[in-house]
């Protein structure tokens, strides 16, 4: 089993930033993935972006040059950063990790934006 603790959601007026953070424990692979995700109300989860075991980089077209997604160095850990946030950034976001054929979900964390 693996467990994904997620950090860093809240309230922020358009233009602004939040920093996401995620950290796994548990049984670790070293070669995973991690990623974030967000489902706004009322639509479907959707990726935000993710990074796999060679470290490639993957962002949704709506977020590129405005969200960064870096790997922590004190153990599997990813990180979101996201600036410029728009209202339509709205939602829960969830981490993701996978690792052969293991796939775990955080809880998830609100973000919020404000006109």
């Known amino acids: 089993q693996v467990q994904l603790v997620e950090s860093g959601g809240g309230l922020v007026q358009a233009g602004g930033s939040l920093r996401l953070s995620c950290g796994a424990s548990g049984n670790i692979f070293s070669a995973n993935t991690m990623g974030w995700y967000r489902q706004a109300p009322g639509k479907q989860r959707e990726v935000v972006a993710v990074?796999?075991?060679?470290?490639?980089?993957t962002y949704a077209q709506s977020v590129r040059g405005r969200f960064t997604i870096s790997r922590g160095y004190a153990g599997p850990t990813v990180h979101l950063d996201m600036n410029d946030l728009r209202p339509d950034d709205t939602g829960i976001y969830f981490c993701?990790?996978?690792?052969?054929?293991?796939?775990?979900w955080g809880q998830g964390t609100q973000v919020t934006v404000s006109y």
């Open positions: 993701n990790y996978i690792a052969g054929t293991k796939d775990y």
């Open positions: 990074i796999d075991p060679d470290d490639k980089i």
